[in-house]
């Protein structure tokens, strides 16, 4: 089973930056979608950018222009780069992967794999 890692969550203000990481491990990397979601009191979870094997990408419309996604198949890892940060941003962050060489999607249900989650809080 592929195994996923979160890390670089924190504490940080209005109009600040975070960048998060996800280790891969158990698979073949550069042939999975990834994914990040994030999961918000009181919200169901939501698709935030995810980025295909091919290295194409996609956001959600709230973070369009704040947020980057990207991946080093070297590493293992894919990123997500969050630049002015809003206090609705704050939510536990999930990186997720898809099944090898799948489509880039925005359904949490084509995903396969899961980590545990990062916190990420920005203050007003």
């Known amino acids: 089973q592929v195994q996923l890692v979160e890390s670089g969550g924190g504490l940080v203000q209005a109009g600040g930056s975070l960048r998060l990481s996800c280790a891969a491990s158990g698979g073949i990397f550069s042939r999975y979608p990834m994914g990040w979601f994030r999961h918000a009191p009181g919200k169901e979870r939501e698709f935030v950018a995810g980025?295909?094997?091919?290295?194409?990408?996609d956001y959600t419309d709230s973070v369009k222009g704040r947020f980057t996604i990207s991946r080093d198949n070297a590493k293992n890892t894919v990123y997500l780069q969050m630049n002015s940060l809003k206090p609705e941003d704050t939510a536990v962050y999930y990186c997720?992967?898809?099944?090898?060489?799948?489509?880039?999607?925005?359904?949490?249900?084509?995903?396969?794999?899961w980590g545990q989650g990062t916190q990420v809080t920005v203050s007003s």
């Open positions: 997720a992967a898809d099944r090898p060489l799948g489509v880039l999607t925005r359904r949490a249900d084509e995903y396969n794999y």
């Open positions: 980025i295909s094997w091919s290295s194409s990408t």
